[in-house]
T-cell receptor
Framework: KAGVTQTPRYLIKTRGQQVTLSCSPI?????VSWYQQTPGQGLQFLFE???????NKGNFPGRFSGRQFSNSRSEMNVSTLELGDSALYLC????????????FGSGTQLSVL | GEDVEQSLFLSVREGDSSVINCTYT??????LYWYKQEPGAGLQLLTY?????DMKQDQRLTVLLNKKDKHLSLRIADTQTGDSAIYFC?????????FGKGTRLHILP
Protein backbone atom coordinates (compact mmCIF):
# COMPACT_ATOMS: atom_id res chain seq x y z
CA LYS A 1 0.00 0.00 0.00
CA ALA A 2 1.43 3.39 -0.94
CA GLY A 3 2.03 5.82 1.91
CA VAL A 4 1.00 9.44 2.22
CA THR A 5 2.35 11.44 -0.71
CA GLN A 6 3.02 15.16 -0.52
CA THR A 7 3.98 17.36 -3.43
CA PRO A 8 6.05 19.31 -4.06
CA ARG A 9 8.89 18.29 -1.76
CA TYR A 10 10.48 21.74 -1.77
CA LEU A 11 9.13 25.15 -2.65
CA ILE A 12 10.64 28.63 -2.70
CA LYS A 13 8.35 31.64 -2.85
CA THR A 14 8.62 35.36 -2.17
CA ARG A 15 6.60 37.46 0.25
CA GLY A 16 3.13 38.29 -0.96
CA GLN A 17 2.81 35.27 -3.25
CA GLN A 18 0.45 32.41 -2.66
CA VAL A 19 1.16 28.70 -2.60
CA THR A 20 -0.79 25.45 -2.91
CA LEU A 21 0.44 22.20 -1.40
CA SER A 22 -0.97 18.79 -2.22
CA CYS A 23 -1.47 15.63 -0.19
CA SER A 24 -2.63 12.19 -1.30
CA PRO A 25 -3.63 10.03 1.66
CA ILE A 26 -3.25 6.29 2.04
CA UNK A 27 -5.85 4.47 -0.02
CA UNK A 28 -9.02 4.05 2.02
CA UNK A 29 -8.19 6.82 4.48
CA UNK A 30 -10.84 9.52 4.61
CA UNK A 31 -9.26 11.99 7.00
CA VAL A 32 -6.41 14.35 6.17
CA SER A 33 -4.78 16.62 8.76
CA TRP A 34 -2.26 19.36 8.12
CA TYR A 35 0.50 20.48 10.47
CA GLN A 36 3.09 23.24 10.32
CA GLN A 37 6.50 22.33 11.75
CA THR A 38 9.06 24.98 12.70
CA PRO A 39 12.13 24.71 14.93
CA GLY A 40 10.73 27.24 17.41
CA GLN A 41 7.08 26.20 17.62
CA GLY A 42 7.29 22.50 16.88
CA LEU A 43 4.23 20.91 15.28
CA GLN A 44 1.20 23.16 15.10
CA PHE A 45 -2.17 21.80 13.99
CA LEU A 46 -3.63 23.64 11.01
CA PHE A 47 -6.85 21.79 10.13
CA GLU A 48 -8.41 18.43 9.46
CA UNK A 49 -10.68 17.39 6.62
CA UNK A 50 -12.99 14.40 6.59
CA UNK A 51 -15.27 13.51 3.69
CA UNK A 52 -14.64 16.87 2.01
CA UNK A 53 -15.61 18.85 5.13
CA UNK A 54 -13.37 20.71 7.53
CA UNK A 55 -13.86 18.94 10.83
CA ASN A 56 -11.28 20.69 13.01
CA LYS A 57 -9.31 23.89 12.82
CA GLY A 58 -6.25 25.21 14.63
CA ASN A 59 -5.37 28.79 15.49
CA PHE A 60 -4.02 30.03 12.18
CA PRO A 61 -5.08 33.18 10.29
CA GLY A 62 -7.52 33.02 7.41
CA ARG A 63 -4.61 33.16 4.94
CA PHE A 64 -4.31 29.44 5.57
CA SER A 65 -7.05 27.42 3.94
CA GLY A 66 -7.61 23.94 2.67
CA ARG A 67 -9.98 21.64 0.90
CA GLN A 68 -10.53 17.97 0.31
CA PHE A 69 -11.72 16.31 -2.84
CA SER A 70 -14.07 13.37 -3.29
CA ASN A 71 -11.09 11.00 -3.68
CA SER A 72 -9.82 12.21 -0.24
CA ARG A 73 -6.86 14.06 -1.73
CA SER A 74 -6.34 17.39 -0.01
CA GLU A 75 -4.78 20.70 -0.81
CA MET A 76 -3.79 23.53 1.46
CA ASN A 77 -3.33 27.08 0.30
CA VAL A 78 -1.47 29.95 1.90
CA SER A 79 -2.13 33.40 0.48
CA THR A 80 -0.09 36.58 0.91
CA LEU A 81 2.95 34.70 2.13
CA GLU A 82 5.01 36.09 5.00
CA LEU A 83 8.57 35.28 5.99
CA GLY A 84 7.25 33.52 9.09
CA ASP A 85 5.37 31.03 6.94
CA SER A 86 8.66 29.32 6.12
CA ALA A 87 8.24 25.84 7.56
CA LEU A 88 7.85 22.16 6.88
CA TYR A 89 4.20 21.44 6.15
CA LEU A 90 3.19 17.92 7.05
CA CYS A 91 0.10 16.08 5.99
CA UNK A 92 -1.22 13.06 7.87
CA UNK A 93 -3.99 10.66 6.99
CA UNK A 94 -6.14 8.28 8.99
CA UNK A 95 -9.34 6.30 8.62
CA UNK A 96 -11.14 9.20 10.25
CA UNK A 97 -12.27 7.84 13.56
CA UNK A 98 -11.54 9.83 16.64
CA UNK A 99 -8.15 9.43 18.35
CA UNK A 100 -6.72 7.33 15.63
CA UNK A 101 -3.15 6.74 14.58
CA UNK A 102 -1.89 9.26 12.07
CA UNK A 103 0.28 8.34 9.09
CA PHE A 104 2.49 11.18 7.93
CA GLY A 105 3.91 12.16 4.58
CA SER A 106 7.48 13.43 4.21
CA GLY A 107 6.30 17.02 4.06
CA THR A 108 6.72 20.05 1.85
CA GLN A 109 9.56 22.37 2.86
CA LEU A 110 8.40 25.91 2.10
CA SER A 111 10.90 28.76 2.09
CA VAL A 112 9.61 32.32 1.83
CA LEU A 113 12.19 34.90 0.76
CA GLY B 1 2.23 26.22 29.82
CA GLU B 2 2.29 24.03 26.76
CA ASP B 3 -0.25 21.25 26.40
CA VAL B 4 2.49 18.66 25.89
CA GLU B 5 5.99 19.28 27.18
CA GLN B 6 9.21 17.38 26.73
CA SER B 7 12.89 18.17 27.06
CA LEU B 8 14.57 19.22 23.82
CA PHE B 9 17.78 17.17 23.88
CA LEU B 10 19.07 13.85 25.18
CA SER B 11 22.51 12.29 24.68
CA VAL B 12 23.00 8.60 25.31
CA ARG B 13 25.88 6.20 24.77
CA GLU B 14 25.38 3.43 22.24
CA GLY B 15 24.19 0.30 24.02
CA ASP B 16 22.72 2.18 27.00
CA SER B 17 19.01 2.76 27.59
CA SER B 18 17.40 6.03 26.54
CA VAL B 19 14.54 7.47 28.55
CA ILE B 20 12.54 10.30 27.04
CA ASN B 21 10.04 12.01 29.31
CA CYS B 22 6.88 13.93 28.57
CA THR B 23 4.15 15.67 30.54
CA TYR B 24 0.69 16.63 29.32
CA THR B 25 -1.99 18.84 30.77
CA UNK B 26 -5.33 17.42 29.69
CA UNK B 27 -6.40 14.69 32.08
CA UNK B 28 -9.15 13.67 29.64
CA UNK B 29 -6.59 12.56 27.04
CA UNK B 30 -7.36 8.92 26.35
CA UNK B 31 -4.61 8.14 23.87
CA LEU B 32 -0.93 9.01 24.22
CA TYR B 33 1.52 8.51 21.39
CA TRP B 34 5.21 8.42 20.61
CA TYR B 35 6.33 9.37 17.11
CA LYS B 36 9.83 9.32 15.60
CA GLN B 37 11.12 11.72 12.96
CA GLU B 38 14.31 11.03 11.07
CA PRO B 39 16.05 13.77 9.04
CA GLY B 40 14.14 14.75 5.93
CA ALA B 41 11.18 12.55 6.77
CA GLY B 42 7.73 12.84 8.23
CA LEU B 43 6.69 11.43 11.59
CA GLN B 44 6.42 7.69 12.08
CA LEU B 45 4.21 6.26 14.80
CA LEU B 46 6.33 4.17 17.16
CA THR B 47 3.80 3.17 19.76
CA TYR B 48 0.77 4.38 21.67
CA UNK B 49 -0.90 3.65 24.98
CA UNK B 50 -4.44 3.92 26.23
CA UNK B 51 -4.96 5.99 29.34
CA UNK B 52 -6.29 2.99 31.26
CA UNK B 53 -2.92 1.25 30.94
CA ASP B 54 0.24 2.04 32.87
CA MET B 55 2.77 0.17 30.79
CA LYS B 56 3.20 -1.14 27.28
CA GLN B 57 6.20 -3.03 25.92
CA ASP B 58 7.05 -3.59 22.28
CA GLN B 59 10.46 -5.17 21.62
CA ARG B 60 13.06 -2.56 22.67
CA LEU B 61 10.42 0.05 23.47
CA THR B 62 8.71 0.44 26.85
CA VAL B 63 6.10 3.11 27.50
CA LEU B 64 5.22 4.04 31.06
CA LEU B 65 2.21 6.16 31.92
CA ASN B 66 1.55 7.82 35.26
CA LYS B 67 -1.95 9.17 34.76
CA LYS B 68 -2.11 10.83 38.18
CA ASP B 69 0.96 12.95 37.38
CA LYS B 70 0.14 13.14 33.65
CA HIS B 71 3.62 11.86 32.88
CA LEU B 72 4.59 9.64 29.98
CA SER B 73 7.98 8.12 29.24
CA LEU B 74 9.55 6.16 26.41
CA ARG B 75 12.43 3.84 27.18
CA ILE B 76 14.56 2.52 24.33
CA ALA B 77 16.70 -0.42 25.42
CA ASP B 78 20.14 -1.05 23.90
CA THR B 79 20.15 2.26 22.01
CA GLN B 80 21.63 2.02 18.52
CA THR B 81 22.91 4.66 16.09
CA GLY B 82 19.77 4.12 14.02
CA ASP B 83 17.73 5.42 16.96
CA SER B 84 19.17 8.89 16.42
CA ALA B 85 16.11 11.03 15.61
CA ILE B 86 13.60 13.44 17.09
CA TYR B 87 10.98 11.79 19.28
CA PHE B 88 7.58 13.44 19.68
CA CYS B 89 5.15 12.82 22.48
CA UNK B 90 1.50 13.47 21.58
CA UNK B 91 -1.87 13.40 23.28
CA UNK B 92 -5.40 13.60 21.97
CA UNK B 93 -7.45 16.63 22.98
CA UNK B 94 -10.78 17.83 21.61
CA UNK B 95 -10.59 15.40 18.67
CA UNK B 96 -7.15 16.74 17.74
CA UNK B 97 -3.74 15.26 18.36
CA UNK B 98 -1.41 17.73 20.08
CA PHE B 99 2.33 17.24 19.81
CA GLY B 100 5.20 18.23 22.05
CA LYS B 101 8.15 20.05 20.50
CA GLY B 102 10.19 16.88 20.24
CA THR B 103 13.28 15.49 21.95
CA ARG B 104 16.38 15.19 19.80
CA LEU B 105 18.16 11.96 20.74
CA HIS B 106 21.90 12.00 20.10
CA ILE B 107 23.85 8.76 20.26
CA LEU B 108 27.41 8.88 21.57
CA PRO B 109 29.87 6.22 20.33
Amino acid sequence: KAGVTQTPRYLIKTRGQQVTLSCSPISGHRSVSWYQQTPGQGLQFLFEYFSETQRNKGNFPGRFSGRQFSNSRSEMNVSTLELGDSALYLCASSMGQSNEKLFFGSGTQLSVL
Amino acid sequence: GEDVEQSLFLSVREGDSSVINCTYTDSSSTYLYWYKQEPGAGLQLLTYIFSNMDMKQDQRLTVLLNKKDKHLSLRIADTQTGDSAIYFCAANRDDKIIFGKGTRLHILP
